[in-house]
């Protein structure tokens, strides 16, 4: 590590927590921990089936004994205690060993060999031909200028891994180019350690990413245990008050409701400390996995090797953690009350009981934005364009909950000039036949917005959501020419209204595409070329009728593409999947055409004061 800064920052950072001894020949894990190589040996001999599971996260890995010797080193750690052994050399503290002949002190050090030399072993080494011309220093020079090993070819053993072939993933050397590597992209380590650190360092800042919503998790397993807590002790003090003004004959009472209240939130308990363990290990996989890849970041010139025959393992195991999924933190929210039989002084064999209720769960309530498009998801509108808001009120078990709740529901304007909260929905508790409240908002302009939603003064799941407004104007660019500023990438998510002034009996809207100057157009049509997915019929009444509104939903995720169009009138709802992306919001026709399109006549216009008869669709760029 030449010219390396790293400094131990105690004993511990070359400490093998196997043999509690310092490392030696230390060997990276799939999981990226390092241990000796003959512990590991000896962990793999005393497994079975040839699968072990690392001592500090846990993660199990199959290798067996003869496989232990082809992990890769741990470069870092070797320099590391290197440096740690000419430090303690040049203060006098140890002497080093010959790493050649094993029995005198070492007086210098090769360079190329990156091995420690006595007197002797140096004279030797400079006599051999093969090694006469490496550079060798002398202990105290070595100080803070440890350099790596050469590296050489497992198939060509007098040639050094110069060189890195981007098409099998691995180093080479000049004659594995000649012979297998040809025709393959490579290049010298040196010119391409930067570009594959940035690969590594990309990974790095995913897993950060994933920290926080461990730590977050993490963090909102400890306040569901405070609140249960908190809840266990209100609920055993009022058991105690109520029990305690009673007679004797209620004692036994007594016990077994404080049993039954320790029971349930015993056995509550064992699950939330179950899953604060599994998180733990998870941020501390994320800590050490990010630490180690840090390090290998760190590595200075003159570690290319060292670094990219690590790379492979580094960006595995960085992958693995940052696409960890992330478990429901907040479980089934039970309410535990004490409840006393009404006739319970008429007979004492009736005793009082702990009654148990799903709460809602805030956290489980999901917002829709407008009518009959994806719950969830939160898209980008159009100023002056009515936007219908409902918001499904679930318990922990995602089931609605009829119940009375409160329900609050703010929007701000965030940029480009802040404005002030508008509130859309009161707090007065309410209670629906069926647990959907509904509120409506019209942005007065472009820019992005802020909506907040409360269920019983708590955010519900993704509240406050961002919230993009585009201009007014843009609906008129939908109208001509394909526009940039309407782009949508691979995560987009718009959604508009339009309104139909006319229509013929047994109109039917669809999406469509075709070829125009070597682009895609994607758009409404009657002449359907994708078909909308079955079982996905709102309603009996699937007439048309001048002034009908249409939704129109265009969103995308991981597994595809969509486009819903709900007529808000008689509720049904027709799901197209199959666009492609790019794509940028555009129409059929000019501005004004009167279309006659499979000899169904439709006009459409916009929900919004443009004044502009129109249809609309998509072009793919």
């Given at each position: ?373 994806e719950p969830g998801i939160i898209y980008s509108t159009f100023a002056q364009q009515l936007i219908p808001f409902s918001v499904a009120v679930n318990d922990s078990n ?206 459409l216009v916009p929900l919004c004061p443009v004044g502009m008869k129109f249809t609309l669709g998509a072009h793919v760029i």
């Amino acid at each position: 590590m030449a010219d390396s800064e790293t400094k131990p920052k105690d004993v511990s950072d070359v400490t093998c927590s196997l043999c509690l001894g310092q490392y030696q020949d230390p060997r990276v894990l799939a999981c990226l921990h390092t241990y000796c190589r003959h512990c590991l040996e000896s962990l793999v001999e005393h497994s079975k089936e040839c699968t072990v599971s690392c001592p500090q996260c846990r993660e199990k890995i199959e290798i067996s004994v003869e496989e232990v010797k082809s992990l890769k080193v741990d470069f870092m750690l070797i320099d590391l205690i290197e440096k740690m052994s000419v430090d303690q050399e040049n203060k006098g503290d140890i002497s080093i060993t010959c790493e050649t002949c094993q029995s005198d002190v070492a007086t210098g050090r090769c360079d190329d060999c990156c091995e420690f030399m006595c007197e002797f072993c140096i004279t030797c080494h400079r006599r051999l031909l093969r090694t006469k011309q490496h550079k060798i220093k002398g202990i105290k020079e070595v100080k803070g200028t440890l350099s790596c090993k050469s590296h050489y070819c497992p198939h060509h053993r007098e040639e050094k891994l110069t060189l890195f072939c981007d098409t099998c993933d691995e180093l080479i050397c000049r004659d594995c180019v000649i012979k297998a590597h040809q025709t393959h992209k490579y290049d010298f380590t040196s010119n391409i350690i930067d570009q594959e650190k940035e690969l590594i360092k990309y990974k790095i800042e995913e897993v950060k990413f994933k920290q926080v919503d461990l730590s977050q998790a993490h963090a909102n397993v400890f306040s569901e245990k405070a609140r249960i807590e908190a809840q266990r002790k209100s609920l055993t003090s009022e058991i105690d008050e109520f029990i305690d003004v009673k007679v004797s004959l209620l004692e036994e009472m007594r016990l077994n409701l404080k049993d039954e209240v320790f029971s349930d939130y015993e056995k509550r308990n064992k699950q939330l400390d179950s899953q604060e363990d599994h998180l733990s290990i998870s941020i501390a996989n994320c800590n050490s996995c990010v630490k180690f890849a840090e390090r290998v970041c760190q590595a200075g010139p003159g570690n290319e090797v060292e670094v990219l025959s690590l790379k492979r393992e580094v960006l595995s195991r960085l992958s693995d953690l940052a696409n960890t999924t992330i478990q429901d933190v907040l479980f089934e929210r039970m309410l535990n009350t004490f409840k006393v039989d009404k006739y319970f002084w008429e007979s004492v064999t009736k005793k009082a009981s702990l009654k148990s209720e799903v709460l809602v769960d805030p956290k489980q309530c999901v917002v829709t934005m407008g009518k009959g498009s994806e719950p969830g998801i939160i898209y980008s509108t159009f100023a002056q364009q009515l936007i219908p808001f409902s918001v499904a009120v679930n318990d922990s078990n995602k089931k609605r909950y009829y119940a009375q709740v409160s329900v609050e529901a703010y929007v701000r304007k965030t940029s480009p000039k802040p404005d002030k909260v508008t509130p859309l929905i009161g707090n007065k508790p309410q209670c629906f036949s069926f647990p959907n409240y509904e509120f409506k908002y019209m942005p007065p302009d472009d820019g992005d917005y802020e909506l907040s939603v409360k269920v019983n003064g708590e955010n519900v799941r993704g509240s406050p959501f961002k919230w993009s407004v585009r201009p007014e104007s843009d609906l008129v660019k939908m109208f001509k020419k394909p526009s940039k500023s309407l782009l949508l990438l691979k995560k987009g998510h718009v959604a508009w209204r339009v309104k139909l002034l006319r229509a013929s009996s047994g109109s039917e809207l669809g999406v469509d595409h075709k070829s125009s100057e070597g682009q895609q157009i994607w758009g409404q049509s009657c002449f359907k070329k994708l078909l909308p997915e079955p079982n996905y019929y709102y309603g009996n009444n699937y007439k048309w009728e001048d002034g009908d509104v249409f939704g129109v939903y265009l969103s995308r995720d991981a597994q595809n593409t969509r486009m819903i169009i709900n007529n808000e009138r008689t509720e049904r709802r027709n799901i197209f999947s199959g666009i492609n992306f790019p794509v940028c919001l555009y129409t059929h026709g000019y501005m004004g055409l009167y279309l006659n399109i499979n000899r169904i006549r439709y006009w459409l216009v916009p929900l919004c004061p443009v004044g502009m008869k129109f249809t609309l669709g998509a072009h793919v760029i």
